[in-house]
């Protein structure tokens, strides 16, 4: 409360309002208190301190500036020593949407220095601080630099013709859906394709060389080298086109020479040349038109070459000559060396003969009826090289075919061969096993012979041995029987001592052992046995001898019975 003019302070609530009459001239004010402003983490608020305050221990004085984000302050409650700073007749600073592969350009206000801001990001910008600008491109940059974009160079044209240019603003983020549409707002964005290259230069005298592929975002003081390049057949330097990529690999020239022969021809020969760029990339924009360098220096070439030959091996061998004078002759077969400058690095790799025109009609016509009449001759010289080369294959068939059958025929003999060869093996095999079998039973046969011999052979000494017994048994039978038959004789003699005549003969008949062995023979033990007496047995011995009748007599005297009488001795 104002003690002095008797004045008393309101202070509203957030929320709050009061209504208020200048009793003087019946005018009705209303005041309201603070109104909280929720912010999120992509807005921020700008703010003035117009009285100075004291906050957490901070000072702040008159005419400082705050910039009040949703990440430190997600609601804000105004002071009455704040004012908000407005952009467009906007409260809120929201951040901008940088795609992928975009940047935008942020100066310092301090410094005025301008940096890029390389998305993918959503940026808020600090405006105490930073300041996003845009980039104007001129004409001949927007045209270099995108060509055949004619968006961008009306963009670029409105952006120049303006006086001023409302910043785009972009919604926020807390919309259900958005359109992004950020081409031109941000720094440059130059795409560098497969075999091209750009030279990006500085105003500090910087050079470098970007090959494809690749994508580039220039710095705010960051242009394109441009190369001014001759256009038309033949090539113009009246007729240029610029650009900012050069053709690294495969490119092709196409350009058209006037040359003269030795005999003062002129032939007109078109030609399509393969260059390419080699070596250290920053001498590769050192020549602005290098197409019509090479151009004129290709010309050069041909016009010398040509200047030495006679029309008529010019018009015959044009591809070999315009090889020779422009890549050089190949050595040993190898691959020619190409026609390389060292101004730039540049290299022909290739060249391509498209047409060749003789100036003079009449020469033309005189070649022309010459490589007629050559043609019709090499015509009729193929045809009857196809003739020969159709008898020489026919003939080739023939003796094929007939190399063929006999290959056939010696193949069937010899599969003949193998079936008869593999049935003799079968017969062998069939006969060894035969052999095999014999063997086995004349192994059996003599197994079994042998056995049988073994046991023949047992059978004999078993025999033998058992005849030995015998022969052994009867020689001590017979030796008794003799001995039996020695004491018999002995007393037959005793008592046919008296015997009449021829009774001696007798007794020296007894006496021979050949005698008496006949007697021991027919004197067995089983007769013996059977009661046949000893006078029976001499008298059967001596039957038909001289001795059978002094035998019979002395068996009458003896009884008849053989039996000896000891009395009748006496």
Sequence with gaps: MDERSNKRDLVLAPGEYAYMQDVTKGVVKTYT???????????????????????????????DELFVTGKETAIYYPREEH???????????????????????????????????????????????????????????????????ADALAYNRGLRSATETP??????????????????????????????????????????????PATILLE?????????????????????????????????????CTVETADHVAITIGYALRVGFEGDPQRWFEVEDYVQLLCDHVRSLLRAAIKRRSVDDVYA??????????????????????LNFVENGMRVADVEVLEVTIGDEEIAELLGGAQRE????????????????????REQITRSTIEEEAATRRRRAELDLDAAAERLRAALTELEGEVRRAV??????????????????????????????????????????????????DATVKRFAAAQGGFSEALLALSNRETLAKIAEAMSVQQFVGGKTLVDVIGKVFSGTPLAGTLERVTQATNGNGAYHAADED
């Design 440 to 489: 086995a039973q004349l192994d059996v046969s003599r197994a079994r012979n042998a056995t049988v011999d073994f046991e023949a052979e047992a059978d004999l000494v078993r025999r033998r041995a058992e005849n030995a017994l015998a022969l052994e048994q009867e020689g001590a039978e017979q030796q008794l029987a003799l001995t039996v038959l020695e004491a018999e004789v």
């Design 374 to 393: 050559a043609v019709e001759e090499g015509i009729a010289l193929v045809r009857e090289r196809r003739g020969l080369e159709l008898v020489r294959q």
């Design 83 to 149: 004012s908000l700073i407005r952009v467009d007749s906007r409260d809120r600073h929201v951040a901008v949407a940088i795609p992928a592969g975009e940047g935008r350009y942020v100066v310092d206000r301090a410094t005025g220095v301008i940096r890029v801001v390389r998305g993918p990001a959503m940026f808020l910008p600090n405006p105490i601080h930073e300041v996003l600008v845009r980039r104007v491109l001129g004409d001949r940059q927007s045209t270099t630099w995108y060509p055949a974009n």
């Design 317 to 338: 061998n044009v591809v070999e000559l315009v090889r020779d004078a422009l890549l050089g002759v190949a050595a040993d077969a190898g691959p020619r060396p190409g």
């Design 33 to 63: 208190g603070p109104t909280a402003i929720e912010l999120s983490e992509l807005q921020g608020l700008h703010i003035k301190v117009i009285a100075p305050y004291s906050e957490a221990g901070v000072e702040h004085r008159e005419g």
């Design 220 to 256: 705010y003081d960051e242009t394109l080298e441009v190369l001014q390049l001759s256009t038309g057949t033949p090539k113009r330097a009246d007729k240029r086109i610029e650009t900012v990529y050069l053709r690294t690999l495969n490119n092709r020239v196409s350009d058209r």
């Design 167 to 212: 910043a785009k603003q972009l919604p926020e983020t807390r919309r259900a859906s958005i359109v992004l549409d950020t081409r031109f707002d941000g720094a440059p964005k130059i795409n560098v394709w497969v075999g091209y290259a750009v030279m990006v230069v500085d105003p500090r005298g910087q050079r470098r060389v970007v090959t494809g």
